[in-house]
């Protein structure tokens, strides 16, 4: 995306913007849910990639980032349970994926 090479608080700017206008763009939401990820907001990453998913299933890349924010609370299973059901939708795409199931699982053996 062009806006990555901007600061994250003129990115969540302009995405909010287009969100004012356009409320139903998944994509607007699937991208401010990066950023607060990245800033390490869980809750509200967790609020906009749950809003994405509801307008576009078909991402299994959203399902990972909420796999992710569950990970990152320490909610195992939650976090296990999204990544497998993203996996069918991801196979199609890409196969990384599964790669990064298995370094998921490996780290939670190791957590424990």
Known sequence: YWANCLPHKQQMMGYQRILKKFPNAA??????????????????????????????????????????????????EKAIAAYQSSEWLYIDQHFDLLYAQQQFLDLKGIQE
């Open 27 to 76: 994509f607007a939401h699937e991208r401010i849910a990066h950023l607060f990820f990245e800033e390490g907001d869980m809750d509200s990453a967790q609020g906009h990639i749950q809003k994405a998913m509801q307008l576009d299933s078909r991402r299994a890349k959203n399902k990972a980032l909420l796999a992710q924010c569950y990970a990152k609370r320490g909610e195992w």
